[in-house]
């Protein structure tokens, strides 16, 4: 009995504590719904608590430009859709700012998959007032999506920056100490913006030298210095110039220089004796020879005297130590390894 008395209060216990709980889930599922009843949003009715996804897909961020260019965005959602487009009223939102004119642009347009052009111009709204010597100036543009429920992605932002202005180049000037062969090349470049690949044209032709400058990439109106090493392919007369190329895609052209082309000449020889021409053993055989260079190169001799030995010298003397007729050949080369040859008479060694 004490024990069915006892599993009966139990069981009253048991009714009123899930009847208390059952009260108070009541009330906190009463306040937890409360907040959570459906927007009633105007045409839709919807549930959408996920904000949509704005995102701009080029160009990329903190590109260069010069002209009018295309913006790419694209918007995603996932709930009850992006806002329907009415132009001017409703659809997602981008806005251009323009940093130079301190000026904002900016309206709906189509949510999902657009392109927003952008006109970069003087007195166009992403140009600011770049006049000459300031002609650099920076661009945002912001993005926003939008749904159906009212959900807004927020603002995404890229920057751009803005350069109307070329490269200023500067004239072609050649290196006196130039190697043999071939052109140092120098010059100078600045720009309001960024340079970005600096050439070298022969005439109107890119030329395939290999160009330098220093400080890449050169900016901000710095000077900066152009080297080339110009081969040039043949001996007429050619104008050379810089060329040089901002982040915009401005392109700027130094004064040019025409030049006679450097063409190695190979060296001369002149003279190429041996005295006397016959003699014995005890002969001490003289040799002489000159010759000259167009270029001024310095010169190096090779005396072979038939006999298997060489000497480096211009004149040498010899005396050869079997008798026989020997064939006394000389060569000289200049520095830029061209060569010039010459055989004397025959050396004609008695007993
Ligand atoms: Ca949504
Ligand atoms: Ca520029
Ligand atoms: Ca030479």
Known sequence: MARN??????????IVLAAGLIGVLGVLLSQVQ???EPISLPGTGEDDSIPPASSIVSPEDRTWHNARFSVAIRDSDIGVGLASFVPGKQG???RIEDFGLDKVFGN???????DVSISVGKDQACSASYVKDSSQGRCRISTQAIDKAGNTSGWKSYLFFIDLESPVVGSVFVDPDFSRGGYILQGEVADNGKVVSCWLAQDSKVMGSTVSFDSLPCQEGRMCSINAQYVPEDANIHTVRFGCKDAAGNVGYGEPLSSLVFIN???????????PSQGNVLTVFQFESVAQDLNQDTLSYRWEFGDG????DQSPS???T??????????????????????????????
Request: net charge positive.
């Open 5 to 14: 008395f006892s599993f009966l209060k139990n069981r009253k216990l048991l």
């Open 108 to 114: 709906f347009r189509k949510c999902g998959t657009s």
């Open 309 to 312: 030995t060489v000497s480096q």
């Open 34 to 36: 409360k907040p959570q």
């Open 318 to 320: 010899h005396r050869y």
């Open 265 to 275: 000449q190979a060296p001369e020889i002149e003279l190429c004796k041996v005295a």
């Open 322 to 351: 079997a008798s026989g007729t020997y064939t006394p050949k000389l060569t000289v080369q200049d520095s830029a390894g061209e060569t010039d040859e010459c055989s004397t008479a025959w050396v004609v060694v008695q007993e």
């Open 92 to 94: 997602c939102l981008y």
